[in-house]
């Protein structure tokens, strides 16, 4: 028999997501997944890594901003608003705190292109539901702040 409170509940999917880091030497390795092009990484130069590699510090800072332009573009795109381009750079601080380096903040800067036609107010409320429910931004406890600049063509 079911619930009452469990009757009219959707169960969602859970997703799994699997990488693979083999160490090539010093503080260095080769990130992989399935059929997706290998990155290599390293921890970063402050930390006596390798220079010019990317560092999970980069690959954290990515992740957010990443996530944050999909879960724009996918409300845009339910909105049924024209974008004509989307371009972001996101700054994460790291501040060291009781004894342990950690993200502080990440701060998005999306400079985002529409048409006239589309309301300025439709691509704000968008961007609301972005720093929502972006799913990489829930998952952390820094600060997540977004800074966009609207051009309207």
Not at 9 to 16: A, D, G, I, L, Q
Not at 43 to 55: C, K, L, M
Not at 127 to 139: F, G, M, P, Y
Request: with cysteine; aromatic share 10%; glycine share 6%.
């Amino acid at each position: 028999m079911t619930d009452a409170a469990d009757q009219g509940k959707t169960k969602h999917k859970s997703f799994t997501y699997k990488t693979t880091v083999e160490w090539t030497g010093g503080k260095s390795g080769t990130l992989s997944s399935d059929v997706k092009p290998s990155l290599k990484v390293s921890s970063p130069p402050e930390f006596r890594g390798e220079a010019g590699y990317w560092t999970p510090e980069d690959l954290f800072v990515a992740s957010v901003e990443t996530c944050h332009m999909a879960t724009f573009l996918s409300f845009a795109s339910r909105k049924q608003l024209l974008i004509v381009s989307y371009k972001s750079h996101a700054n994460g601080v790291l501040e060291y705190i009781d004894g342990d380096y950690r993200f502080t903040r990440v701060v998005i800067f999306p400079t985002i292109v529409v048409s006239r036609s589309v309301p300025e107010a439709e691509v704000h409320a968008a961007l609301r539901e972005a720093e929502k429910h972006c799913l990489v931004a829930n998952s952390i406890a820094s600060i997540v702040e977004v800074n966009p600049t609207l051009v309207i063509e």
